[in-house]
C-alpha cells in the first residue's frame, strides 16, 4: 500500500505565491509519472501539471509560464510551485503517483487534497 500526504495548501492574495508538496510512502519499487490536478465543487478533476520519471513536464495552458512542477526522487516527493497565483486559480489540488510494484504493474494513487484559495 501507498500513502500520499499533501501539504503547502492556504490562503493568499492575488499575485502571491504557494508550494504545494506531496510525498510517498509505502511498498512500492519505482515511482513513474507524478502529477497535480485539481478540481472545484461540481467540477470534473482537471490536470494542472505532470512529470514523468524522465522529468518531463506538461502543463495546462492556464498554468504556463505561472506554475512550476518538479520533483525529488530521493524523498519520493512532488513539488507544485505557483507562482503569480489569481482568483480562478481557487480549487482543492490533488497530487497523483504512479508507482510500479514488484510485480511489475502499474498503480495510481491520489492524495487527499489541499485547498488553494486565491483572494481578490
Known amino acids: 500500500q501507498v500513502q500520499l500526504v499533501e501539504s503547502g495548501g492556504g490562503l493568499v492574495q492575488t499575485g502571491g505565491s504557494l508550494r504545494l508538496s506531496c510525498t510517498a510512502s509505502?511498498?512500492?519499487?519505482?515511482?513513474?509519472?507524478m502529477g497535480w490536478y485539481r478540481q472545484a465543487p461540481g467540477k470534473q478533476r482537471e490536470m494542472v501539471a505532470t512529470i514523468t520519471s524522465a522529468n518531463t513536464t506538461n502543463y495546462s495552458d492556464s498554468v504556463k509560464g505561472r506554475f512550476t512542477i518538479s520533483r525529488d526522487n530521493a524523498k519520493n516527493t512532488v513539488y507544485l510551485q505557483m507562482n503569480s497565483l489569481k482568483p480562478e486559480d481557487t480549487d482543492i489540488y490533488y497530487c497523483?503517483?504512479?508507482?510500479?510494484?514488484?510485480?511489475?504493474?502499474?498503480?495510481?494513487?491520489w492524495g487527499q487534497g489541499a485547498q488553494v484559495t486565491v483572494s481578490s
Open positions: 509505502g511498498t512500492f519499487f519505482s515511482i513513474g509519472l
Open positions: 497523483k503517483v504512479v508507482v510500479i510494484t514488484a510485480q511489475s504493474t502499474l498503480r495510481t494513487y
